[in-house]
């Protein structure tokens, strides 16, 4: 009998433990489902590259007109982003989702089918519209439905399919008409539109609003048949109602003291992960291989070939390595190659050591979105659906996402003006960025691996 009643907590606490760490089919679809969205936002960000020189011989913009086209899509991506957590918040995660997919189907066609700027820039500032609601509501959806154990991976399966989408749109755009790339990047929209009706909305969203039966099923189909959620579903309902007893408005827990540290980290991996030129090399790549003196189609090709295979390693080695060693990797390895690019840059413009500038801008290229990849790519969007609790998600992820997009239309607009200013000087300067960038997270930005969503939070000072 006694022999018995110790193992009891045992097999409990064993059955526990697979329950809260076991990948499910529903776990995997709803995922899978989600993330269509970050492809759809890697195509779009990286439309720009390969359609570039035809666009503007075809429609005949300049480069100051083309650089407004590029970056209007930051501007609509801004405007959705202010409300995105509001709209999550009030219809849900899922069709949030939904409404992106439609803003980003019309902003396609409308590319596809313009003959003019108007239109041109129409379309794109609708795909900014879907985007910016996509690059809120897919990582903090994943968060939510994740078991602590295996979130880091599955949160950068975000980043994973955003660097398929922009992989796919440097290859193919090789081979097809800009008219005919904006159709089929159209398709996968419609693909989610119809997948999000097979997948359940977030637990912790149905727990705000006191959907306690829909809570229990959506863990069952998250988790298995068999698998435990008693304990989850009571914590997610502590964790919101705690929440909502310490303020009934998030604008108001956006300014308390407490959660300053999370907004400091926030706003600064957003504004480190925009200034240290990434969106104008998705953006300009073929531009950038051409200022060069190299062969855009065959350098955009080798960057498509290396995108993929870094993104699925990065998102098994999050959960092993944790969020801080690769977030200070990669902001080195990001210094080290803007240096290489502007000496390439540098080089050229002297005229010394020519037979060696174009095998230091591909190390440098190919070096930097590796490094980009394995930490300032997919991370900040990770830590930032971890570490703001449920009552301040709606403003502060909201803020932290307009940033984001305000951070690249800085840098997406005035790239190519700052590149006939100086092209090393450009790479330099980002490098110096990068460099911040490793400070800023030695200093500031805490491991988060492996703890539950509400353990963070409690540990930043926000649940009492």
Sequence with gaps: MESGSMKTPLVNNQEEARSSSSITCGLLL????????????????????????????ELGLSVADYSFFTSVMTLGGMITAAFSGKIAAVIGRRQTMWIADVFC??????????????????????????????SYVVPVYIAEITPKAFRGGFSFSNQLLQ???????????????????ALLSAIPCGIQMICLFFIPESPRWLAMYGRERELEVTLKRLRGENGDILEEAAEIRETVETSRRESRSGLKDLFNMKNAHPLIIGLGLMLLQQF????????????IFDTAGFPSDIGTSILAVILVPQSII????????????????????????????????????????????????????????????IGLGGLPWVIMSEVFPVNVKITAGSLVTVSNWFFSWIIIFSFNFMMQWSAFGTYFIFAGVSLMSFVFVWTLVPETKGRTLEDIQQSLGQLS
């Design 163 to 181: 660097s398929f989408g922009i992989s796919l749109m440097f290859f193919t755009g090789n081979f097809f008409h800009w008219r005919t790339l």
């Design 105 to 134: 189907i019309f902003g396609w066609l409308a590319v596809a089918f313009a003959h003019d700027k108007m239109l041109l820039n129409i379309g794109r500032g609708f795909l900014g519209f879907g985007v910016g609601l996509i």
């Design 276 to 287: 240290c030129g990434s969106s104008a090399i998705s953006a300009y790549a073929a531009r």
């Design 314 to 373: 990065v998102m098994f080695a999050v959960d092993r390595f944790g969020r801080r060693p690769l977030l200070m990797s990669s902001s080195i390895g990001l210094c080290i190659c803007s240096f290489l690019i502007g000496l390439s840059y540098y080089l050229q413009n002297h005229g010394d050591f020519q037979e060696f500038c174009s095998p230091i801008l591909i190390v440098g290229l190919v070096g930097y979105v590796l490094s980009f990849g």
């Design 30 to 57: 709803s995922t899978s489902v989600a993330v269509t969205g970050s492809f759809v936002y890697g195509c779009a960000m990286s439309y720009s590259s390969p359609a570039q020189s035809k666009i503007m011989e």
